[in-house]
C-alpha cells in the first residue's frame, strides 16, 4: 500500500484529502501543523500526529522515519504566524525564513518544497484528490446576481487576478465597482469583514487562482465560514473561479447562502 503525507493546516479540506486518499487505498499518515487544525483527520490516517509548523526538523524527521516519499500541503496556514508570535520556530526554520529573498506567499511555499524534496520527498498537486470539489461554471445558489452584482463580480475578478499576479492575496471585496479591500497577510475572512463593513450592506467578494498558481499550494478554497463571514458583513453575492477554487461543505455552505440571499457564482 502506497503512503501519503498529508501536512494539515486549519478548515475542513484536509479531512476531505485524507478521507479521498484513504478510499484510493492510501496509507495516510498527516500531521497537524497548528492547534485548532481539525482533529478528525484522524479517522482517515493510519497514524496522525500534531507537529507545529514552525518546528521544521520534526516535520522532516516524522516523514523520513514513517518512510513518507509523497505528501501534500493543504488547509489554511496563514502568514502571519511568522508575526505573530504565535509559534515558536526551530533553527532549520528560522535559518530557511532568513535565507529567503521575501515573506511572499509563494516565495516561503517554495522553499519549504525545496526542503522538502532535499529529503526524497515529492510534494504533489493539492486537487489530485478532491477535484470533484471543484464546480463548473454557473451560479450555484438558488438566486442569481442581479446585473450590478454581476458587473461587480466582473470587476472584481479582474482585480483580483491582479492582485494574484502580485503574490499578495487571492480575494478582492468590491461594492459599485469600488473596491472595498484586498486580501493580504490577514486571510479571506478579515478581508471579508474589513470590506463589507466599509460597503454598509451589498459588497460582493471574490476569489479566484493566481495567474501563476501552482497546485501544489494555496489553492483558493471557500467554504461554510466563508458565507458566514459574508452574511455577518450584508455582503450578497460571491464570485469564485470555476474549475479553479475548491469548495468544501458544499451543502451546507449552499444552504446558508440560500439562506441569507446570497448568490454564488462559480465565473
Known amino acids: 500500500?502506497?503512503?501519503?503525507?498529508?501536512?494539515?493546516?486549519?478548515?475542513?479540506?484536509?479531512?476531505?484529502?485524507?478521507?479521498?486518499?484513504?478510499?484510493?487505498?492510501?496509507?495516510?499518515?498527516?500531521?497537524?501543523?497548528?492547534p485548532d487544525s481539525d482533529p478528525q483527520i484522524a479517522q482517515f490516517s493510519k497514524d496522525h500526529q500534531f507537529i507545529s509548523v514552525a518546528q521544521l526538523d520534526a516535520i522532516l524527521n516524522y516523514l523520513k522515519v514513517n518512510q513518507i516519499q509523497k505528501v501534500t500541503m493543504i488547509g489554511k496556514v496563514t502568514k502571519e504566524l511568522l508575526f505573530n508570535g504565535?509559534?515558536?520556530p526551530d533553527v532549520h526554520m528560522i535559518q530557511l525564513i532568513m535565507s529567503l529573498p521575501d515573506r511572499r506567499d509563494d516565495t516561503i511555499m517554495m522553499a519549504f518544497v525545496r526542503e522538502l524534496a532535499k529529503s526524497g520527498i515529492q510534494t504533489f498537486d493539492q486537487t489530485a484528490l478532491i477535484r470533484k470539489l471543484m464546480p463548473r461554471r454557473g451560479t450555484i445558489t438558488k438566486r442569481e446576481p442581479t446585473d450590478i452584482e454581476r458587473q461587480d463580480m466582473e470587476f472584481g475578478f479582474r482585480i483580483a487576478k491582479e492582485l494574484g499576479r502580485l503574490d499578495i492575496g487571492q480575494t478582492v471585496v468590491v461594492k459599485n465597482r469600488a473596491v472595498m479591500a484586498l486580501e493580504a497577510i490577514e486571510g479571506t475572512d478579515a478581508c471579508i469583514e474589513r470590506g463589507g463593513n466599509l460597503?454598509?450592506?451589498?459588497?460582493?467578494?471574490?476569489?479566484?487562482?493566481?495567474?501563476?498558481?501552482?497546485?501544489?499550494?494555496?489553492?483558493?478554497?471557500?467554504?461554510?465560514?466563508?458565507?458566514?463571514?459574508?452574511?455577518?458583513?450584508?455582503?450578497?453575492?460571491?464570485?469564485?473561479?470555476?474549475?479553479?477554487?475548491?469548495?468544501?461543505?458544499r451543502?451546507?455552505?449552499?444552504?446558508?447562502?440560500?439562506?441569507?440571499?446570497?448568490?454564488?457564482?462559480?465565473?
Open 199 to 249: 460597503a454598509h450592506g451589498g459588497a460582493v467578494v471574490t476569489k479566484v487562482s493566481k495567474p501563476q498558481q501552482d497546485n501544489r499550494f494555496d489553492i483558493p478554497t471557500v467554504g461554510y465560514r466563508t458565507i458566514e463571514q459574508m452574511a455577518k458583513v450584508g455582503a450578497t453575492a460571491l464570485a469564485i473561479e470555476a474549475g479553479k477554487t475548491l469548495l468544501v461543505e
Open 86 to 88: 504565535a509559534v515558536q
Open 251 to 267: 451543502a451546507q455552505m449552499i444552504a446558508l447562502a440560500d439562506a441569507n440571499g446570497i448568490s454564488i457564482v462559480a465565473m
Open 1 to 34: 500500500m502506497e503512503k501519503l503525507g498529508i501536512l494539515a493546516g486549519t478548515g475542513k479540506l484536509p479531512v476531505e484529502c485524507a478521507r479521498a486518499a484513504q478510499q484510493l487505498g492510501y496509507e495516510v499518515y498527516s500531521v497537524g501543523l497548528l
